[in-house]
């Protein structure tokens, strides 16, 4: 079995490596939400609210690694744990999966027309998670110089409550949104080589992804705190991990996706304005000397400039093979 330190080693370069893939979405997501669509002029219109969470959201993720890696050091050194880095540790991954989940609710309030009434039991149970995390942080608080088994009573209890709320949210708003998507790309979508578009849209976004790793963080929490074994610690640092950093890289896929449908929104106005400007026409003449011919023809392109060339020639060259014989 694995000692300790070994699994906060594993959770830590587990978490370390999703961290970089979430660094190419923030990237993407600072693209397109601070510059426009085609070069990189900033945009006049920017959503300083969206940009602002943003780069919260990547300031908490960078924080949070750095103190991962701090504890994983502690723990080869086998000195204790700074508790106020723990502290700090739980609040900025809960925090973010909040944050995620209030996106994701956007999202699906936006896929649905803007009707309150499609998210109305999601948005309850999010204020429920809230509350989950300050007591959360309470009870972290009080609890964290404690011996590990009375904090199943309290602080472990109350994390169930926030996952298993988590995991309510996210299975409703996955399940609204891929119903809403499938039937509007079903129709649009060939079965043959868009299949993996599809289904890359589909997860991107859902949200599928962050649902399925909320699960999963949240069983084995479950079944850490009801065993009380030490060896699950490392099944709980690894999959808790993970759901925080795969909540920060949907957070972007999905204001990605935002992005980008209002790109598409704006592309029937500039294929009109494109419409409206004039295009030139020029008047080529060509003269065959040989046959005393002179011919003017209207081209819009080299292809019919080419063809009556040819043919001209050959009119010439039958004409020259008749005066030879």
């Known amino acids: 079995m694995l000692t300790f330190a070994e699994g906060q080693v594993i ?47 990547f300031g908490v993720e960078s924080t949070d690694v750095g103190l991962a890696l701090q504890a994983t050091l502690f723990s080869t050194l086998e000195k204790p744990p700074l508790t106020v880095a723990n502290i700090w540790s739980y609040i900025f991954e809960r925090l973010v999966i909040v944050i995620a989940d209030c996106v994701l609710l956007h999202r699906c309030w936006i896929t649905y027309g803007r009707k309150c009434t499609v998210v109305i039991i999601p948005a309850l149970l999010w204020v429920g998670t809230i509350v989950c995390l300050i007591l959360g942080i309470v009870y972290e608080s009080i609890y964290s110089s404690v011996e590990e088994i009375n904090r199943f009573t309290t602080a472990d209890q109350v994390d169930m409550a926030f996952f298993a709320l988590l995991i309510a949210v996210n299975i409703y708003l996955t399940s609204a949104i891929l119903f809403r998507i499938w039937h509007t790309l079903q129709d649009g979508v060939e079965p043959s080589h868009n299949k993996l578009r599809l289904i890359l849209h589909l997860f991107s976004e859902s949200g599928l992804l962050f649902t399925i790793t909320s699960i999963m963080a949240g069983v084995t929490i479950f079944i850490q705190s009801m065993s009380i074994i030490s060896g699950n610690m490392f099944v709980r640092l690894l999959f808790t991990g993970i ?38 026409q020029f008047r080529v003449t060509t003269t065959v ?37």
Not at 45 to 53: E, P, T
Not at 243 to 271: G, H, R, W
Not at 292 to 301: I, K, M, N, P, V
Not at 308 to 316: A, V
């Open 11 to 57: 959770a830590t370069f587990v978490q370390a490596f999703l961290y970089g893939l979430y660094i190419d979405t923030f990237l993407h997501c600072v693209r397109w939400l601070a510059f426009t669509f085609e070069g990189w002029t900033r945009r006049k219109d920017i959503k300083w609210g969206l940009l602002a969470v943003t780069v919260f959201v």
């Open 243 to 280: 759901n925080f950093v795969v909540a920060a890289i949907t957070m972007n896929l999905l204001l990605i996706l935002s992005a980008q449908s209002q790109l598409k929104a704006q592309l029937p106005d500039v294929q009109r304005a494109r419409r409206d400007v004039p295009t030139l």
């Open 289 to 325: 000397t040989s046959t005393g011919l002179s011919r003017e023809q209207d081209t819009s392109g080299s292809s019919g400039l080419d063809a009556e060339q040819g043919q001209l020639k050959s009119e010439s060259g039958s004409e020259k093979k008749n005066e030879i014989l």
